[in-house]
């Protein structure tokens, strides 16, 4: 047995826990970081039950006083533990009651941990989720500003990794931006689930047998109302799977870009050339520079989904409402938020810092193939039908591989074997082959410049 000091629930029991058993148990290692939120939740509890006539006054300042000096031991970081608090709860509580005696026993009249916690947690969340839609709007912003710089600055576009046809650096870039936007939106979600519903006043299950005011609370704590079911609002998480799902996919999103990032830094591409500032050496080979920054986003993606997949696993088959096993939830979701904070202060400086080889880049789409695809749209505009005309155009293409050179140096003799020898052929540029793209949302200036402006429109909103 541990005699690690009075627990709060130690009423109903002759003996305190086992050692391992609390070491299992308790969660203050993990649930400490919502002290705000705790005393917050609790100071808003007291202020209820003292205007509803539940508390004297004379327990409601004397709870208050006790709650905020509390928040200064913990500011001040002399907050002093013990082995008997269980968790963040357990520990203001114990504190309030030491600091305000019978008042601070009275704090949890008409209120369970289970409560507690489930609002705890959703007042953290929604503002963490605030501060991280905010840095994934920046990190948009930063690849937008990097496509305004780089809207004639043409590269091959890929489609299994193959040169398939050239598209604008602005194009390619924007294209992570949209994603990021979504996922801004995706977190500026999760932030309403987490503030549409307030937990408090659930009580352990079954709702209170006091007189309470939950619009007093929800109000008080951020919340558009009071959750409308007492066994959902202790019982459920949704609100946290909605963050880690958009966590996940936003990690996603980071992980391509920081795949695309070690790849274009490579020395066989060099598309672009990371700054020191988010690169590290070698060891061993003095002439290296890793693009460890942009590795590690392609990695992280692994915690950000194995998280949403934890917690949606430990909420599955639960029998209403509360079970301990939702304690487990907070590992995953401050592993995600933790990771978040991570890596997108450093996805922003690394990006803020990346230079683009226009020149490489343009090289790379010249002498080649990129424009077999412009070949045989104009054979369409001329009155052929595609499949001849893909049909033709591949004939020339495997003449000039065969003869080691592009399309743009295709012979007379070639182009007469491959059925072409009477066309008036069109420019075979990169250039000319992303102005034709007249689409919306395609590779032409028109439409780049565009969706440029759209997604700032879409990010500013
Ligand atoms: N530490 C617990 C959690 O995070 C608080 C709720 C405990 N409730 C209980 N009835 N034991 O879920």
Not at 289 to 300: F, G, V, Y
């Amino acid at each position: 047995m541990s005699d690690d000091g009075v627990r709060l629930w130690g009423g109903r029991f002759a003996g305190g826990p086992a050692e391992a058993f609390a070491a299992l148990n308790d969660s203050l290692s993990v649930d400490r970081r919502m002290w705000r939120e705790d005393i917050a939740g609790s100071r808003a509890h007291a202020r209820m039950l003292t205007a509803t006539g539940v508390l004297s006054a004379e327990d409601g300042r004397a709870i208050d006083g006790g709650l905020c000096a509390i928040a200064r031991e913990m500011e001040a970081g002399d907050f002093a533990f013990q082995p008997s608090d269980e968790d963040i709860h357990t520990a203001v509580e114990r504190r309030l009651t030491e600091i305000a005696g019978d008042a601070g026993r009275r704090l949890h009249t008409g209120r369970s941990r289970n409560d507690q916690v489930a609002t705890d947690v959703l007042v953290y969340l929604a503002s963490t989720c605030d501060g991280q839609a905010r840095l994934v709007a920046r990190l948009a912003a930063v690849l937008l500003d990097a496509a305004d710089a780089h809207v004639d600055t043409l590269l091959p576009g890929y489609t299994h990794l193959q040169r398939a046809q050239p598209v604008r650096l602005a194009h390619h870039l924007a294209a992570y931006a949209w994603m990021l936007v979504r996922d801004r939106d995706r977190l500026a979600w999760a932030a309403g689930a987490c503030r549409a519903f307030c937990p408090l006043g659930s009580g352990a299950l079954a709702g209170v047998g006091f007189p309470i005011d939950r619009g007093m609370t929800a109000a008080e704590l951020g919340f558009d109302r009071p959750g409308p079911n007492s066994l959902d609002g202790v019982g459920s998480r949704d609100a946290l799977a909605d963050y880690l799902h958009a966590a996940a996919t936003l990690g996603v999103h980071l992980s391509r870009l920081g795949q695309e990032l070690v790849l274009w830094s490579s020395e066989e591409v060099g598309f672009v050339e990371l700054s020191d500032a988010f690169t590290s050496g070698s060891s061993m080979l003095p002439q290296k520079k890793n693009p460890d920054a942009a590795e590690l986003a392609r990695a992280k993606v692994a915690r950000l989904v194995a998280d949403y997949s934890g917690l949606q696993g430990v909420v599955a088959g639960l029998p209403l409402a509360y079970n301990k096993d939702l304690q487990e939830d907070k590992h995953f979701l401050f592993d995600a938020v933790d990771t978040l904070d991570l890596l997108l202060p450093a996805m922003i400086g690394m990006m803020e810092g990346a230079r683009f080889d226009a020149g490489r880049m343009g090289a790379a789409t010249e002498d080649g193939f990129l424009a077999a695809t412009d070949l045989a749209d104009h054979l369409v505009r001329l009155g052929w039908p595609f499949r001849r005309a893909h049909e033709a155009v591949g004939a020339l293409v495997r003449a000039c591989v065969d003869a080691g050179h592009g399309l743009e140096r295709a012979t007379p003799d070639q182009l007469a074997s491959a059925g072409l020898g009477d066309v008036d052929l069109p420019e075979m540029t990169a250039a000319a082959s992303v102005e034709a793209k007249l689409s919306t949302g395609g590779t032409g200036r028109a439409a780049v410049l565009d969706q440029l402006a759209a997604a700032r429109v879409a990010l500013a909103g």
